[in-house]
């Protein structure tokens, strides 16, 4: 069964600054990665996935993820961020064939003024 | 249209009372699941449905926990003399496609259970 690490449960960053968000999973032969976000009282919203192809994926709102398959890796980057990107995010993956994500426990980005 | 809507929002039971919990998917959406949410934690599934038929429902943690579909559309949760270590949030979601390993599953908002 997969497991998913997100090493940190909060990073504090000020806003307009550039953030990385940790995502690591235990090795399979294919994956599929995602990336949820999740605002107070609200469901996860997709940001982006990695099914195949091109590693580097572009999603919502000025996120992009680097599908790793060497490190086993899918962490999360945006350039600059905003107040409005305080949330929750989770990393989530997926046997490739399996209908069944495992996320992993989320990482609080709270972006300060 | 509307999205995946779950109604209670929230919901304090008793120790040993038994709940519902109902979930809405978007219209025409073929997959739906339950996954369960502890506080601090990830989403944990439950189980999961294609139109009516309930395959997999290896993520239900007893047989208190029941889960319907019956006309392929809305879906009830029923956990029966709900325990402490219930208290969590519900998540439903839905996806088009049947086996949605890489559609996109569109969430609820939870409902927040708390057994006291």
């Known amino acids: 069964a997969q497991s998913v690490t997100q090493l940190d449960s909060q990073v504090p960053v000020f806003e307009e600054a550039p953030v990385e968000l940790r995502c690591n999973y235990s090795?399979?032969?294919?994956?599929?990665l995602f990336w949820y976000v999740q605002y107070p009282n609200q469901g996860l919203q997709l940001l982006l996935k990695y099914l195949s192809g091109s590693t580097l994926v572009k999603g919502i709102n000025g996120f992009e993820a680097e599908f790793n398959k060497s490190q086993t890796s899918f962490h999360l980057r945006k350039p600059s961020v905003h107040i409005s990107d305080t949330a929750e995010y989770f990393c989530?993956?997926?046997?490739?064939?399996?209908?069944?994500?495992?996320f992993g426990r989320g990482t609080s980005l709270i972006v300060h003024p | 249209g509307a999205g995946v809507s779950q109604s209670p929002r929230y919901k304090v039971a008793k120790r040993g009372q038994d709940v519902a919990l109902r979930c809405d998917p978007i219209?025409?959406?073929?997959?739906l699941f339950w996954y369960q949410q502890a506080l601090g934690q990830g989403p944990e599934f439950l189980t999961y449905?294609?139109?009516?038929?309930?395959?997999?429902k290896s993520g239900l943690p007893s047989d208190r926990f029941f889960a319907e579909r019956p006309e392929g559309s809305v879906s009830t949760l029923k956990i029966q003399r709900t325990q402490q270590e219930d208290s969590a949030v519900y998540l439903c979601a839905s996806s088009l496609g049947p086996l949605g390993g890489t559609d996109t599953q569109y969430f609820g908002p939870g409902t927040r259970l708390t057994v006291l």
């Open positions: 219209s025409g959406h073929v997959s």
């Open positions: 090795s399979s032969v294919s994956v599929y």
């Open positions: 989530a993956v997926s046997d490739g064939g399996s209908y069944i994500p495992t």
């Open positions: 449905f294609q139109n009516e038929a309930q395959l997999d």
